[in-house]
């Protein structure tokens, strides 16, 4: 069975200052990995995705994970914050057999606060 | 914005009644999954729809259940609410492939907020 755990329900940074949401993972056959967004009263919105292709995956508005197998990890990492990085994120791994199935599960979430 | 539609956006039932979500796909995609999303919470997977039969299903009891129509729009209906069940309902359509895996990535709609009292 596959899970996420995310460290951290909570992480506040200054704006400029380096941003890093952390996620575990737990797999039983290669994973698919996944970080969304969530802005307020609105749905996810997809950041960067794992698929077993280059470990280091570049998203959308400067974010950037690194699948790190050994540590069973997939961080989330942004060199500089902006206030319009505030926001849910949430860790997701595709689950219920292998490959990329479409049925995710998700970590709890980080709430990322952005101080000016 | 993702062409992924959902109806209502708010709603308040009480206890013992039923409810009827709707989700409209993004053109071009056969598959849609539902997920509740309760308060400062992740996401749970509730079930996929492919070709208007389930394909999957999350630890949710039967009085969760859904259909999905010709068109891929999709219906889920919560039988005898809960206050558990207030949460943010969320569907999502992607396109899979004949062997059953994602050819794309899912595409969220905004939700439908239930309020069980």
């Known amino acids: 069975a596959q899970s996420v755990t995310q460290l951290g329900s909570h992480v506040s940074v200054s704006e400029g200052a380096l941003v890093l949401l952390r996620c575990n993972y737990s797999?039983?056959?290669?994973?698919?990995l996944f970080w969304y967004v969530q802005y307020p009263n609105q749905g996810l919105q997809l950041l960067l995705k794992?698929?077993?292709?280059?470990?280091l995956v570049k998203g959308i508005n400067g974010f950037e994970a690194e699948f790190k197998k050994s540590e069973t990890s997939f961080h989330l990492t942004k060199p500089s914050a902006h206030m319009s990085d505030a926001a849910e994120y949430f860790c997701?791994?595709?689950?219920f057999g292998s490959g990329n199935t479409g049925k995710l599960i998700f970590g709890q979430g980080t709430t990322l606060q952005v101080k000016p | 914005e993702t062409g992924v539609t959902q109806s209502p956006t708010h709603l308040i039932k009480t206890r013992g009644q039923q409810v009827t979500l709707r989700c409209s796909s993004q053109?071009?995609?056969?598959?849609v999954s539902w997920y509740q999303q309760a308060l400062g919470q992740g996401p749970q997977f509730i079930f996929q729809?492919?070709?208007?039969?389930?394909?999957g299903r999350g630890n949710f009891p039967p009085r969760f259940s859904g259909l999905q129509f010709p068109n891929y729009s999709s219906e889920l209906n919560v039988n005898a609410l809960e206050l558990d069940d207030s949460a943010l309902y969320l569907c999502?359509?992607?396109?899979?492939?004949?062997?059953?895996?994602?050819?794309?990535?899912?595409?969220f709609g905004e939700g439908s907020r239930l309020t069980v009292l």
């Open positions: 999502a359509s992607s396109l899979v492939s004949t062997g059953g895996r994602l050819t794309g990535e899912l595409f």
């Open positions: 797999s039983s056959v290669p994973p698919y």
């Open positions: 794992y698929t077993s292709a280059a470990t």
């Open positions: 997701a791994v595709s689950g």
């Open positions: 053109s071009g995609h056969n598959t």
């Open positions: 729809y492919y070709r208007e039969e389930e394909n």
